[in-house]
């Protein structure tokens, strides 16, 4: 079983709506969770850090759920340039895992006009 | 300011030659990674630097070769590769050493073909 499970989409998103995808982890000891957005050809960039509250950043709202092992990743009011992959990463502080990050094989957001 | 920088942006190389790639960060973090990235595929961690030693060799070929002059810059030299060895590589930098579960912020790759 992966580490870090995502669903690969596509998800295809009206512009304007709204699409929401989760993460599953199957390491209880994470300890650190983020989303990170690439588009095509380009390096992963940090989207937002998740909190165990749960965060909003503008259109974007994280949430973690640590019973059920999983992080989702909400987008309101998709805009065209929200297209992107988008990476869930997990790290865990256990010795032998030393903060290394362990990626989703990432969601697929094709937001269409 | 979170930019780390790379170069080359592309490089194309035989099978006998001998390459460097190079990354740069000013942000005085203590931690510097290499990852390797396919296609469709997410990152693959090759290298860490802690400090400016290796803590990590994720099982990579010796025809990689990282170094790290001093805690700015991270070099990565390559030699006598295969052509499955293309790919993006690319560079992080945490602020923490390793052992902590801190944000990477990536540098925006060199893309590596290998003829």
């Known amino acids: 079983r992966k580490e870090v499970e995502q669903d690969p989409g596509p998800f295809n998103v009206p512009e304007g709506a709204t699409v929401a995808f989760n993460c599953t982890y199957s390491?209880?000891?994470?300890?650190?969770f983020f989303w990170y957005r690439q588009d095509c050809r380009k390096e992963p960039k940090l989207l937002m850090s998740v909190y165990s509250s749960g965060n909003e950043d503008g259109r974007f709202t994280a949430q973690l759920n640590r019973a059920s092992q999983y992080i989702s990743l909400l987008i309101r009011d998709s805009k065209l340039s929200d297209s992107a992959t988008y990476l869930c990463?997990?790290?865990?502080?256990?010795?032998?895992?030393?903060?290394?990050?362990?990626f989703g094989a990432g969601t697929q957001v094709v937001v269409t006009p | 300011d979170t930019e780390v920088t790379q170069t080359p942006k592309h490089l194309v190389m035989g099978m006998t030659n001998k390459k460097s790639l190079k990354c740069e960060q000013h942000m005085g973090h203590r931690a510097m990674y290499w990852y390797k990235q396919k296609a469709k595929k997410p990152p693959e961690l090759m290298f860490v630097y802690s400090y400016e030693k290796l803590s990590i060799n994720e099982s990579v070929p010796s025809r990689f070769s990282p170094e790290c002059p001093n805690s700015s810059l991270l070099n990565l030299h390559l030699h006598a590769l295969q052509p499955e060895d293309s790919a993006l590589y690319l560079c992080?930098?945490?602020?923490?050493?390793?052992?902590?579960?801190?944000?990477?912020?990536f540098g925006p790759g060199t893309r590596l073909t290998v003829l």
């Open positions: 990463v997990v790290t865990s502080s256990a010795a032998d895992s030393w903060g290394k990050l362990q």
């Open positions: 390491n209880s000891a994470s300890q650190s």
């Open positions: 992080a930098s945490s602020q923490e050493g390793l052992g902590q579960a801190d944000t990477q912020y």
